[in-house]
Every structure is written in C-alpha cells, then in structure tokens.
C-alpha cells in the first residue's frame, strides 16, 4: 500500500501538468482540497467559446469521491464535470495505488488524456474506467472526448 502522502505529491506532479488556476493546486496540496470543472458557454461580443469554470467538489461528489477512494486505494485530484448525451459524468482524475503505472499516467497527461474513473451519475451502471481527452480552459480542465 503506498502512503497517502506519497500520493499526494504524484497528484500535484499530475496537477502541474495543466494551466491551472494556481489555487486549485495550492488548496490540493495544502488542505488536500479537490475541485471540479464543469463547462460553460462563454459569450464576449457574439463570440462564443467553451470553458471551464472551476467549483470546490459538492457534498454528493465529496460522498462519491470518498467511496471510490477507500474502494480502490486510490487518491482522486480533480473532477472533470460533463453532461452527456449518455448521462451526467464525473470523471476522476487519480492516483493509484500501482506506482509502475505512474509513468505510463505521466506520458497519458503530456498527450492531454487521462486514464479516469467515469462515474456515470445518470447511469450507475454505465460507471467505467477508460481513457478521456482533456485540455485546459478557464483555470481548470475540460473533457474533449
């Protein structure tokens, strides 16, 4: 079982990868704070564009968070908020508790992807592991596919 602590410092490795609003990784990394993005429609003199707007996890997250981690052994850093066509997903970016991973995560990561946990709030049963492409928007962090 590998340490909390040494999680925490592979997820705010993981956490630098990305333009991130400098809080979202101090809070992480000081309080142990997780935040999530979900997508806005921004619209500046009739140009619109997506980005990421960025929120302290909510309660029903905090619960979901809390059972994955203590599930899986893992440590979850940031939430990924999407609506679907196929439901509302919460997608959490962790660290595992299988360190000979990290580096094939780290390479994920500069290729902006993600191996994630997508839980499927609308759809439990449709909850998966898998890849997802991400990009940063807006001081946090937007799925792409």
Same mark, same amino acid.
């Given at each position: 079982?590998?340490?909390?602590?040494?999680?925490?410092?592979?997820?705010?490795?993981?956490?630098?990868?990305?333009?991130?609003?400098?809080?979202?990784?101090?809070?992480?990394?000081?309080?142990?704070?997780?935040?999530? *993005? =979900?997508?806005? !429609? @921004?619209?500046?003199?009739?140009?619109?564009?997506?980005?990421?707007?960025?929120?302290?996890?909510?309660? %029903?997250?905090?619960?979901?968070?809390?059972?994955?981690?203590?599930?899986?052994?893992?440590?979850?850093?940031?939430?990924?908020?999407?609506? *679907? =066509?196929?439901? !509302? @997903?919460?997608?959490?970016?962790?660290?595992?508790?299988?360190?000979?991973?990290?580096?094939?995560?780290? %390479?994920?990561?500069?290729?902006?992807?993600?191996?994630?946990?997508?839980?499927?709030?609308?759809?439990?049963?449709?909850?998966?592991?898998? *890849?997802?492409?991400?990009?940063?928007?807006?001081?946090?962090?937007?799925?792409?596919?």
């Amino acid at each position: 079982m590998i340490p909390i602590e040494e999680k925490k410092v592979e997820a705010v490795k993981r956490l630098n990868y990305f333009d991130l609003h400098s809080d979202v990784i101090r809070q992480f990394e000081d309080d142990s704070i997780v935040f999530y *993005t =979900e997508r806005s !429609l @921004l619209n500046v003199n009739q140009n619109k564009r997506v980005i990421g707007v960025l929120y302290h996890v909510t309660e %029903e997250m905090k619960t979901l968070i809390e059972s994955f981690q203590q599930e899986y052994s893992a440590l979850v850093y940031h939430v990924v908020k999407t609506n *679907t =066509e196929f439901g !509302l @997903l919460y997608d959490f970016m962790y660290v595992s508790n299988h360190s000979e991973e990290w580096p094939d995560d780290h %390479e994920d990561l500069k290729n902006n992807t993600a191996f994630v946990y997508c839980n499927n709030i609308s759809d439990p049963h449709c909850s998966e592991y898998g *890849t997802i492409a991400i990009q940063a928007s807006g001081g946090g962090l937007i799925r792409i596919s």
